[in-house]
C-alpha cells in the first residue's frame, strides 16, 4: 500500500517538474524569439 503511494507520488512530482520545465523552455523560446524579431 505504502510503495504503491510512493510511486505514485514520485510519478506526480516528475510528470508536474516535467510540465514546468517545458513551459519554461516555451516561454524563453518565445521572448528570445521576440527580442530577436525586434
Known sequence: ???S???FTTT???TYLLILLLHIVLET???LREANSS
Open 5 to 7: 503511494y510512493l510511486t
Open 12 to 14: 506526480a512530482v516528475f
Open 29 to 31: 523560446g518565445a521572448a
Open 1 to 3: 500500500m505504502f510503495g
